[in-house]
């Protein structure tokens, strides 16, 4: 199964719920009062809320493991400078609990230092490191996670940095009502989904019922969060559960192959034998349709995403039954007529030039892999783990395909920002390989109209 690291997912950093449920703050509710310990980027060291109030307030919580956190930081960066008086953001750092916490203090800190530099940020940042942070306050549990406090001290919303926009802020100053994605809180034991079970079953994501064959496709509701699956493997046994999912990547399901990765460090999937045709097809569907607007959608809205659930006898749990299967859902929803055709198309080529490469071949040892924001350094590793790497930030865009020649293991230190395509070109021309556009034949998956409709 190919491990995929949706950059649009909140990403979930386990906070322990030691408080009983219900009792974290609301939308409507009063905001509680607040300590800043640890602010940089500020006047003072230390600030109270009082220090704050008065003005709108845009809290953004965000962790060093989630890069959809990172990725909407110059934007608020952006929004910040538009609203310079008007709005007062903040960023809110919180360390891994799980790791030593000055260690994890310092590993936040050292990589928002980096992409702040990068992008010449100018915001407020306060590193969340005390047992009573606002964390703990707001119950989260994952991130992006942002609260929007106006001027009175009222909770207006709480949902997430990539639904802010200058308009939408216009409208929260205003007092204007919005409809937006809410990000829920550890007091929201009702809104919890476990992508482990299957939707509607125990509770999960709705009421029960009782069935021996099952296939459900609903529109998305931000209760059941998101979970999503690029493809079907034999690891989904008799089920396919997917939730916040848009059309495209229904039809890839349904009509992709399996592909499956082995992305260190899982000692335990080493040994596995896999099946990977990821650089024999184009990443999305081409769409040659007059109802292009099915297949585009907005995560904090929830306009066309859906769920999609399938559970049928264990006598038919086999990947190209469920696909079978979805593929009839999907024709009789949505009428399209679908193919799956051999094409050139754009792709990214990873090269090599002169004899520089020669130098990256392994020493040997441990294989070892270490990835931040600001680089990607491993040991022993094939050149498909640099490639899944760089791949795990441009999910949505152009295959990435080897074309090294390199059939040995490298050692290899990478030092860019892995958000700049441009910056990880530059690094690697450093160690005599690069990115370049290319075209390839490529297997696609074609969405067109049935004749006559």
């Not at 919180?94 to 994890?104: E, F, Q, T």
């Not at 949902?159 to 205003?174: P, S, V, Y």
């Not at 559970?311 to 399209?336: G, H, R, T, W, Y």
């Amino acid at each position: 199964m190919l491990v995929l690291i949706f950059i649009l997912c909140f990403c979930n950093k386990g906070v322990s719920q030691k408080t009983t449920p219900n009792r974290y703050p609301k939308i409507g509710d009063t905001c509680p009062a607040f300590r800043l310990n640890n602010l940089h980027y500020y006047k003072k060291s230390k600030a109270d809320y009082s220090d704050f109030k008065g003005k709108p307030i845009i809290l953004n919580f965000f962790a060093g493991g989630c890069k959809a956190s990172f990725l909407t930081l110059p934007k608020l960066y952006e929004l910040k400078k538009e609203f310079d008086g008007k709005v007062q953001f903040i960023l809110i750092g919180n360390p891994d609990p799980i790791s030593n916490v000055g260690h994890a203090r310092s590993f936040l800190q050292e990589q928002y230092e980096k992409y702040q530099k990068y992008y010449h940020l100018d915001l407020i940042v306060n590193y969340d490191d005390s047992v009573s942070t606002l964390w703990n306050q707001f119950g989260v549990h994952g991130v992006p996670y942002t609260v929007l406090i106006d001027s009175t001290g009222n909770i207006r919303y709480l949902t997430t940095a990539g639904a802010l926009t200058a308009d939408r802020i216009n409208k929260f100053i205003r007092g204007e009502r919005m409809n937006l994605v809410v990000a829920n809180n550890l007091g929201d034991s009702e809104m919890y989904y476990d992508p482990t079970k299957p939707l509607l079953i125990g509770g999960n994501g709705g009421p029960d019922s009782a069935f021996s064959y099952r296939s459900i496709l609903s529109n998305w509701d931000y209760r059941t969060d998101f979970h999503r699956i690029n493809y079907i493997s034999s690891k989904n046994r008799n089920q396919i559960n997917v939730t916040g999912a848009d059309l495209g990547l229904l039809y890839c399901l349904a009509y992709g192959d399996t592909v499956e990765f082995i992305l260190p460090p899982f000692p335990e999937e080493i040994n596995a034998k896999v099946r990977n045709t990821y650089s024999q097809w184009y990443t999305l569907p081409v769409l040659n349709t007059k109802r292009k607007g099915l297949f585009k959608f907005d995560e904090f809205s929830g306009e066309n995403l859906f769920n999609y659930s399938l559970i049928v006898p264990d006598s038919m749990a086999n990947p190209l039954a469920l696909q079978k299967m979805l593929k009839k859902e999907l024709e009789n929803c949505f009428s399209f007529k679908v193919s799956v055709e051999i094409r050139r198309m754009p792709c990214w080529k990873i090269v090599r030039y002169g004899n520089a490469s020669i130098s990256l071949r392994t020493k040997g040892g441990e294989p070892y892999w270490e990835e931040s924001f600001s680089g990607v350094s491993f040991k022993n590793q094939p050149v498909s783990s640099l490639l899944l790497q760089i791949w795990s930030y441009y999910q949505l865009g152009p295959t990435f395909i080897d074309d090294t020649g390199i059939n040995y293991n490298i050692d290899l230190d990478l030092k860019a920002n892995m958000t700049d395509i441009n910056d990880i070109r530059k690094a690697l021309r450093k160690n005599g390989l690069d990115l370049v556009k290319g075209e390839k034949w490529l297997k696609t998956i074609v969405i067109r109209d049935q004749k006559g409709s």
